[in-house]
C-alpha cells in the first residue's frame, strides 16, 4: 500500500511541471517582459515535465512498446517538416527571391529606380495622406523598399493625425509626399484615375536626394525689390525658395557682362528705372543659350524691354488694370484684381477657382510668334467686372470705351521656345579641306544669334544666311557633326504684369506665394524628367474574332468534339463486345 501511494504521490507531483509553464506563460504575456520570474518558472516546469515523462516511461516499460516507437517517429516527423517550414519562413523574410513572369515586367521596378534606392545617401521616407490603401500603390512602394532599408512609407489618415497634415501642408486626400532629413517635396495626388507613378516617385527621390541646388539669380540695381526684410520686399519669397531647394544670389549685369552658366533661373522683379542695353542683350543671349527668365513688370515703368519681349510675342499694356468684383472681398479697392480663372499649365494646374490678388497691376498683349508657345496664366473677369483703364490721374475709374481695353484681360503668360541644335565651336567640324573658312565664319556668328533687337525673324536662323555668303557649298558642313556635338535646348519666359503680389505680407495670402514659387519651378525645368524611364503597359493579347469565327468555334466545342468523343466510345464498345 505504502508503493502505491508513493507512486500516486509522484505522479501528481510531476503534474506541477505543466502547472509552472503555464504560469510562466502567463506572466511573461500579460507583462510583456520576459525577465527573471517568467524564465524561472517555465524552466522550473520544463525541468519536471520531463522527469515526470522519463520516470512514467521507466515505470510502464513504454519506451520498449512499439506504439510508443511508432509515435516517436511520427512526433519527429512532424517536428521536422515545422522546423524546415519555419526555416523557409525565416529565409524568406530575410531574403527575397520574386520572379515577375510578365513579359513587360509590370511588376519589376526599372533598372534606373534600383540603383537609384540602392545607393540613396540617407534615409527617405514616404507619406500617403490617405484613407484608403490601394493595393497596387502600395505594391508599388514594397517594391521600391526592397530594395534598401533606407526607404520607408507610411500611410497617413489626415483626419487621425490633422497636426502631421498641417506640417506638410496638405490640402487634398492623396497627396504623396517625400522626406529626406528637412526636405520635402510633393510627388503626385493619387485618385480612382491616377495611381501612383514609379516615374514620378524616382524623378522627385533623385531631384530631393541630388547634393546640387538650382541657382536663382534675382537681378539688382534699377530699383527691384528688396531681397532683405524691408518696406515693399520679397524676403519671403526668397525664403520660400530656399525651403525649395533653390540657392538665390543677387545679380548686377552691370558689373558682369553675362548671366553666370549655372544660372537656372534670373527673376527680373519690378525694376523702375530702365536697363541698359548692354543689360537687355545679356538677358537675350541668355535666353538663346537655353536660359529661363521671370519678368515682374509693374505699372507706370517702363525697363526698356521692348526689344527682348517682342521676340517672344508679349508686349505690356501701359493701362492699369481694374477689377470691381473683388473690391469689397479683398479690401483693395478696384485696382488690385481678384483672379479665379487660370490657364492650363503647370503653374497652375491645382489651382482650380482658387484666389490670388495683384495690386496695382498693368495687362499684358501676346501675340503670335512662330517657334513660340504661349499660354496664358492669370485672367481676370470679363467685362464690365473688369477692364484696363487708361487714364490713371482719374480718382473714380470709369470705363472709356475709346480708350479703354474690355476685359477679361490677361496679367501673366507663360512661354517656351525651342532652340535649334547648335553645332559646338570645333575647328574640326568639317571633313572637307577645302571650306577651310566656313568653320570660322560659322564659330563668330553662331554665339550670337540675335545681334539686332530689331530682326526677331533672324533669330532662330543666323548661321545658314552668314554661310551662303562665304562659302558656295555651305550644306556640306551642316549635317556632318554627330549628335554629340549638337545640343537642343528649351528656353523659358514667365512675364507678370505685377510684383506687389510677392512682396512681404501678400506672399502668404491665397494663392500668391504659389504662383511665384510654381513659376520658378517650371521655369528651373524640374519638371523635365531627368530618368528616361518609359510606362510599362501590359500588352493586347486578346483576340478578336469574326460572326463567322466565333460561330464556327461554337459548334466545334459544343457539337464536333463531343460527337468524337461519343463516336471513339461506340467503337470501343463495338470491338470489346
Known amino acids: 500500500m505504502k508503493i502505491v501511494a508513493k507512486k500516486k504521490l509522484w505522479k501528481y507531483l510531476f503534474w506541477l511541471g505543466p502547472f509552472l509553464i503555464a504560469v510562466g506563460l502567463t506572466v511573461g504575456l500579460i507583462s510583456e517582459q520576459w525577465g527573471l520570474i517568467p524564465l524561472a518558472f517555465l524552466i522550473t516546469g520544463i525541468v519536471i515535465s520531463g522527469l515526470g515523462i522519463i520516470w ?40 527575397h527571391l520574386r520572379a515577375d513572369l510578365t513579359e513587360a515586367q509590370l511588376f519589376t521596378l526599372a533598372p534606373q529606380s534600383r540603383e537609384l534606392v540602392r545607393v540613396l545617401p540617407q534615409p527617405v521616407k514616404v507619406w500617403v495622406f490617405d484613407i484608403n490603401q490601394n493595393p497596387q500603390d502600395r505594391e508599388l512602394l514594397e517594391n521600391y523598399q526592397r530594395q534598401s532599408s533606407k526607404f520607408k512609407y507610411e500611410y497617413i489618415n489626415p483626419e487621425a493625425r490633422p497636426g502631421l497634415a498641417e506640417k506638410f501642408s496638405v490640402k487634398n486626400y492623396g497627396e504623396v509626399y517625400l522626406e529626406s532629413g528637412d526636405k520635402r517635396q510633393l510627388v503626385q495626388t493619387i485618385n480612382e484615375n491616377e495611381r501612383l507613378s514609379e516615374i ?9 536626394t541630388n547634393s546640387t541646388t538650382a541657382k536663382v539669380y534675382l537681378l539688382q540695381g534699377h530699383g527691384e525689390r528688396q531681397l532683405s526684410p524691408g518696406k515693399d520686399a520679397i524676403s519671403q519669397a526668397v525664403q520660400g525658395l530656399g525651403n525649395k531647394n533653390f540657392t538665390t544670389s543677387p545679380l548686377n549685369l552691370g558689373e558682369t557682362s553675362k548671366v553666370p552658366q549655372d544660372a537656372a533661373v534670373v527673376i527680373v522683379a519690378g525694376p523702375k528705372r530702365g536697363l541698359f542695353e548692354g543689360e537687355v542683350k545679356a538677358l537675350q543671349e541668355y535666353l538663346n543659350r537655353g536660359g529661363n527668365l521671370l519678368l515682374m513688370i509693374d505699372p507706370n515703368t517702363d525697363p526698356k524691354l521692348n526689344s527682348l519681349l517682342q521676340e517672344w510675342g508679349v508686349r505690356l499694356d501701359n493701362r492699369l488694370a481694374v477689377d470691381v468684383s473683388g473690391e469689397s472681398v479683398v479690401g483693395l479697392g478696384p485696382a488690385a484684381p481678384l483672379v479665379t480663372e487660370y490657364g492650363q499649365h503647370p503653374i497652375t494646374k491645382d489651382f482650380g477657382n482658387g484666389n490670388s490678388f495683384y495690386p496695382i497691376a498693368r495687362p499684358l498683349e501676346i501675340t503670335s510668334v512662330p517657334g513660340v508657345q504661349a499660354t496664358p496664366l492669370l485672367r481676370t473677369k470679363p467685362y464690365p467686372n473688369s477692364w484696363a483703364e487708361s487714364d490713371l490721374q482719374s480718382e473714380k475709374l470709369e470705363f472709356n470705351a475709346d480708350k479703354d481695353l474690355k476685359g477679361p484681360l490677361t496679367l501673366g503668360v507663360a512661354l517656351t521656345r525651342k532652340q535649334a541644335a547648335k553645332p559646338v565651336s570645333t575647328p574640326q567640324a ?11 565664319t560659322q564659330s563668330k556668328t553662331s554665339p550670337t544669334p540675335s545681334p539686332s533687337p530689331k530682326t526677331p525673324q533672324a533669330l532662330p536662323l543666323p548661321s545658314p544666311t552668314t554661310q551662303s555668303k562665304t562659302s558656295p557649298t555651305p550644306p556640306a558642313p551642316t549635317p556632318s557633326p554627330t549628335p554629340s556635338s549638337q545640343t537642343a535646348t528649351e528656353s523659358r519666359l514667365v512675364v507678370l504684369g505685377n510684383s506687389d503680389f510677392a512682396t512681404d505680407g501678400l506672399f502668404q495670402q491665397q494663392l500668391n506665394g504659389d504662383v511665384f514659387l510654381n513659376s520658378v519651378t517650371w521655369l528651373s525645368q524640374q519638371d523635365q524628367q531627368p530618368l528616361s524611364i518609359r510606362p510599362k503597359e501590359p500588352k493586347n493579347r486578346r483576340i478578336t474574332l469574326t460572326n463567322t469565327q466565333g460561330n464556327l468555334l461554337i459548334l466545334s466545342s459544343l457539337l464536333v468534339l463531343p460527337l468524337i468523343g461519343f463516336a471513339i466510345a461506340v467503337i470501343i464498345w463495338w470491338k470489346r463486345r
Open 56 to 95: 512514467q516511461s521507466y515505470q510502464s516499460n513504454w519506451w520498449n512498446r512499439r506504439s510508443t516507437q511508432a509515435g516517436t517517429n511520427a512526433l519527429v516527423a512532424t517536428l521536422a517538416v515545422l522546423a524546415i517550414l519555419g526555416l523557409i519562413n525565416f529565409l524568406g523574410t530575410r531574403y
Open 200 to 208: 514620378r516617385l524616382t524623378g522627385r527621390l533623385q531631384q530631393l
Open 430 to 440: 568639317s571633313p572637307i579641306p577645302s571650306p577651310l573658312p566656313s568653320p570660322t
